[in-house]
């Protein structure tokens, strides 16, 4: 990094560039030269990936390997310029689509659900990211008890873990959000406190396989049977590990029923662009039958640009990342995704081994692909300001203080790397002991969240550094 390049960065983290490229706060007059324009992007790029390529980056690069990537990006040239929604002029979008949703189907166990049901022919869309196969089933549950309940004010019970993206559909869809504390010593939501909270009003329970902070799965089989007992749908969040955890199991890791095989289970998300090892931008959203999808779907008949319909949140979308998805599932096949389940899991087993070593810090559960920690010892944050300095970019969680690692191709391929992980972990637990009693920088504001005025203010502070983003 050249020095003129490292005072811009401690001035401003989010914006290094500015000063060493040219700004365009409005269109350049006349068009700048191409290849000019590549390079500039090319040494941005260059720069960026060096980080995650040192393989000390948690989760967040998902992809499987340069080749992988190389073959995806060739293959998305190829219809880069496609708009999935127009399939009468593109009709591969059709096949790339129905496939990519039948092959997560078949991986998820559908034909278990036929088989109790010859209704329940698991089916699905493709949709832009993992929020959007969750917002889309919550939408679903709104309008059926809408339709078949006449509810106007539906409730989603949910454990604390799941993911924000639930928070979202509540907020976008006026669906209130009931959330369950999950606390230790296993930190999985207990079925009973779910049950407590089932109303007339409740239309779905949510669980993780597994949940963002922890990577666990909470007790399904239970909640499946709740979902059953009450006449509730339980739609199950495996944007995570939806695509890892059916090889973690295959591998023979004890990994709990997480799919269609529980008769309770009325939906999933799993990301194609997570542990599916696709381009950033798809995911896939599934349900039990094709009678609870067409809740998804949206048109309007009279408007005078046409008949219009769309199946999911997006409108246009792009042909090119559908068809890098197909391209990297079929690449891969069941034995590519084994190979990098295989993989993923010695770094990941081998980082639990060696927290496990260190006295002061407590494994969160029992772990698979990713692995969280706490302490009663010393200040986890602390341990994340060290692990900082030393290059490593862990995910920093809260309520409680803890923190994780989420292994990745990129670990798989820099030898040692778990080693060298777990050796800098125990000189970062030395440092928070020599640093006790002083404050902690990664705590700055995970310190104010937690009650209604803190979290007001965390607000203005992540709303503000949205508006910092997007000035030029
Ligand atoms: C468990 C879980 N669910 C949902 C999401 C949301 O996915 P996306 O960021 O693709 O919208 C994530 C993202 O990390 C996740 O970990």
Request: hydrophobic share 40%; with cysteine.
């Amino acid at each position: 990094m050249s020095e003129p390049e490292k005072k811009n960065e401690a001035v401003d983290p989010f914006k290094p560039y500015k000063g060493r490229y040219e700004s365009h706060p409005h269109l350049p007059k006349t068009g700048r030269d191409r290849e000019a324009v590549f390079n500039e992007m090319a040494s941005m790029a260059e720069r960026e990936n060096a980080q995650w390529k040192t393989g000390k980056v948690s989760g967040t690069f998902y992809h499987a390997g340069d080749e992988h990537r190389a073959f995806l990006n060739r293959v998305f040239s190829l219809f880069s310029h496609v708009n999935v929604l127009q399939v009468d002029l593109c009709p591969s979008m059709s096949k790339f689509e129905s496939e990519i949703v039948a092959m997560t189907a078949r991986m998820l166990n559908a034909p278990a659900a036929l088989a109790r049901d010859p209704h329940d022919e698991v089916c699905g869309t493709v949709t832009f990211g993992g929020s959007e196969s969750i917002m889309m089933p919550m939408k679903a549950y709104r309008d059926r008890a809408r339709a078949e309940r006449n509810l106007s004010t539906p409730e989603v019970i949910m454990p604390k873990t799941a993911h924000p993206a639930f928070n979202k559909a509540g907020e976008y869809f006026g669906i209130r959000i009931v959330e369950v504390p999950v606390e230790g010593p296993d930190y999985r939501v207990d079925p009973a406190a779910v049950e407590a909270r089932i109303n007339d009003r409740t239309v779905a329970l949510v669980g993780s396989a597994g949940n963002y902070p922890y990577g666990l799965v909470d007790p399904l089989e239970a909640l499946s049977d709740l979902a059953l007992k009450h006449g509730v749908g339980l739609h199950v969040d495996g944007c995570l590990g939806g695509f890892i955890l059916p090889w973690i199991e295959k591998l023979g890791y004890p990994v709990p029923v997480f799919d269609f095989r529980l008769p309770g289970v009325t939906s999933m998300s799993a990301d194609t662009h997570k542990y599916g090892f696709g381009l950033k931008g798809t995911s896939v959203v599934l349900y039990r039958n094709k009678s609870l999808r067409r809740d998804q779907y949206f048109n309007v008949p009279d408007w005078p640009g046409g008949i219009y319909a769309s199946p999911s949140m997006a409108g246009s979308r792009s042909g090119g990342l559908t068809a890098a998805t197909w391209a990297s599932m079929v690449y891969l096949g069941e034995a590519g995704y084994l190979k990098a389940a295989r993989a993923i899991m010695d770094v990941a087993d081998r980082i639990q081994e060696g927290v496990r070593g260190i006295p002061e810090l407590k494994v969160i559960g029992q772990p698979t692909f990713l692995v969280s920690f706490r302490s009663d010892e010393v200040d986890i944050y602390h341990v994340n300001d060290f692990m900082g300095e030393k290059g490593w970019r862990f995910n920093c969680l809260q309520l409680p203080p803890a923190m994780h690692f989420c292994v990745t191709m990129p670990q798989t391929e820099v030898p040692g790397i778990a080693d060298r992980l777990v050796e800098d972990l125990r000189a970062a637990v030395d440092y928070a002991k020599k640093h006790a009693g002083t404050p902690a920088r990664s705590s700055a504001l995970y310190g104010l969240a937690g009650n209604a005025a803190g979290n007001q203010a965390v607000a203005d502070i992540l709303y503000g550094a949205f508006d910092h983003l997007f000035q030029v």
